[in-house]
């Protein structure tokens, strides 16, 4: 089972004047794939999500699931948090979830969302609204499991 922690970037939710569903819906959704260990909803504070972010890496946390702040506005820090700490972009699923956004609004082509690894630690960022979750999470959810495994050095290569 693996260590999951879920981070919502909202500055209403931060204030409690905004519900986080889409963070539920992710805590809901990852029962099976490993361990909760912390949820937070902090404000699209780009050194606070940096902090958070880097602090959950630093514990070994193995998949950070993030929603929120991966849009156009000016508070819409997830993605440049996420570079900040990453060692390098898993660029093919980033790609897989616009994709899927599209199909279901012309707006996907306006996501940002990073997905990267950081060290030991897989990072997946998420849009904030609960329906774009719902059509998302399915896209990556198949691939968790082996890409925290290759991630942690759980791999034969055959040769052929």
Known sequence: MWKIA???????????????????FLRESMK????LMDQKILPDDEETLVSQLQSWVDQGIDLILTTGGTGLGPRDNMPEATRRIMTREVVGMS?????????????????????AQAHDTLIINFP??????????PVVFPVLDHALSLIHGMTEHKNS
Do not use: W, Y
């Open 6 to 24: 879920i981070l919502t970037s909202s500055d209403r939710g931060a204030a409690g004047e905004r519900e986080d569903t889409s963070g539920r």
């Open 32 to 35: 099976e794939l490993g361990t």
């Open 95 to 115: 790609e897989a979830l616009r994709d899927e956004s599209r199909k279901h609004t012309p707006m996907g082509m306006l996501s940002r969302n990073v997905c």
């Open 128 to 137: 904030g609204s609960l329906p774009a979750v719902r059509q998302l999470f």
